[in-house]
DNA sequence: CCAAAAGTGTTAGGGTTACACCCATGT
DNA sequence: ACATGGGTGTAACCCTAACACTTTTGG
């Protein structure tokens, strides 16, 4: 089975440059390539694109398919085109960043192709991949200002210092303790949560918490409403994706795609182990993103995150 | 001629969205189309990539093969990868963005089939351009805050007030005049500029004004040195461009390419009637932009222009 | 019991904003 | 002469940065 058309054509894949937070540094999953070129070494995931799916939905498949990890939300970082990247064919690669939280990595089953790295402690990596990992970086560095992608990193219910902690992973600065928090809450972004909203299945917690409850510190007990609890969920900064409509153009038969599988696997569905697990820390106040507040707010004021 | 590949290819093509300010608002540029689809509508310049070229590259080489223009700096707004988006075949488009001062708009010769159009007054475009347009926009807005690319919109010297409808006409809202100056100013990315270092040939400005000059405001004369009238020339935010070397991997002849000739052309090289010419207005005090002071400026603070 | 993290306010200084009048130029 | 736009300074206010001690919790 062959396709042919009258103008060369480059094959297009997707790459993701996929983000976790342990609670202490940034780590992107990487995945040990099964095949040549590049052999045994680490990448990113990623795959050959479909004639029936966008950009945007091969990365995701890709991400399923490799890793087991459903993620709603990329942001794309742009179109890699090096004449030399791939050195099978002219392969032009559009790449993708997401963030995950520690509470959606489905914790370690079997399969060990996919890994967390510190951000700080990346191996060399396969193709162009850790040009590409530098753009990711930067772009997420930018993103921050503009949207609050920082609390996709982390569970519902997070602490102000776990917050902290992270902006300054990604920013790769110091702040004050109370100058953040102070500042944090100003935006009003921020709601305060009850404890345990992560790690209980879904259908728990609704009903746990279903009369108003109280907590606080030692000092000063707060009231909190049952409508703080289950903001809408969290979506990122989506502003360079495709809204196309996905319609068929031609259909393909899966079976002709075998150049996707490149990564090594086991089964159709992996899982990279959890992520690092942070120390349990000291318990503080939990607080959780409100997207309403965000969007009302960002509507009105150009909104920037100021650090 | 043919070409034939195990699996099915997307076309990829390249379309640029280019900025230019003349004074008052911010315009487009737009090529009508000779072909179908979209016969007789506007779109972006534009075409399909060859095999030994990046994006980038195919991006410039349309600009220059379409419009005239010389454009070295292009950022890259991402891929558009809609299923439907050309009703031909499957084709993903990688989208720059570039800006153009006024001085290197070659004047109007003959071809029409380019031509300006305020920003806020765009006819219905081809594809999904009018998609692209709104990406483009809200890019330049982020991107006007990390990386002074409002210099490229203007001429080598500039007023306060030229900088300042310009930064107006991109973020939308107004400034205070005077606060606006001194914030300006404060940055240190921009210098005191004799007159019209603009509409002269290179040849003549050099030696014109070897001898220190002195100009200034009715009120203060002040001195001015030969080192801060030609500073290093503005370059653009290229972060998300790909710096792979430019190797050939399959050499193509290009009479083959003929998809590419889908714009309205008349000779290899035309060129945009000149931007809607501003009032010329009070000449102020001239300024121009420095980017060594701007890239230590930048390297020191993680910079962010302050609005 | 001890170490580590959470909780909490105030102050000084710097930066931002808001604001008005005069003068030069061009029409 | 009149209108338009350039040139200039200051005061109030807000926001930021810097900073220390006590309490709680986990080990």
Request: proline share 5%; net charge negative.
């Amino acid at each position: 089975m062959s396709y042919t058309y009258q103008f060369p054509h480059p094959a297009v894949a997707t790459d993701c440059v996929l983000f976790g937070f342990d609670g202490k540094e940034l780590n992107v999953l990487l995945i040990e390539r099964a095949m040549d070129p590049y052999k045994d070494m680490w990448a990113f995931p990623g795959g050959f694109m479909r004639m029936d799916e966008t950009a945007e939905d091969c990365a995701q498949r890709e991400l399923l398919e490799e890793t087991g990890l459903n993620i709603q939300s990329l942001n794309q970082l742009g179109a890699f085109s090096g004449v030399r990247r791939d050195p099978r064919e002219r392969v032009v690669s559009i790449a993708f960043y997401a963030l995950v939280k520690p509470s959606e990595v489905s914790g370690g089953d079997d399969a060990r192709q996919a890994r967390w790295f510190p951000i700080d402690d990346v191996p060399q990596l396969a193709f162009d991949h850790d040009f590409i990992l530098r753009k990711a970086m930067s772009q997420l560095r930018k993103d921050i200002y503009f949207e609050p992608i920082g609390f996709e990193l982390l569970n519902n219910a997070f602490t102000m210092s776990e917050l902290q902690r992270l902006y300054e992973a990604i920013l790769g600065v110091h702040f004050d303790r109370r100058n953040f928090e102070r500042k944090m809450l100003q935006t009003g972004i921020l709601q305060t949560a009850a404890e345990s909203v992560d790690d209980l299945p879904a259908s728990h917690s609704r009903e746990q918490f279903k009369d108003n409850r109280f907590y606080g510190s030692h000092r000063e007990m707060k009231k909190m409403d049952i409508n703080d609890l289950f903001g809408p969920s969290e979506s990122p900064s989506q502003i360079l994706q495709d809204t196309s409509a996905h319609i068929h153009f031609q259909t393909l038969s899966t079976e002709h795609l075998s150049m996707t599988d490149d990564r090594k696997m086991e089964a159709d569905e992996t899982s990279p182990e959890a992520l690092p697990k942070r120390k349990p820390g000291r318990k503080g106040r939990l607080f959780s993103f409100n997207k309403e507040k965000y969007d009302r707010f960002k509507h009105d004021n150009n909104f920037r995150f100021e650090f």
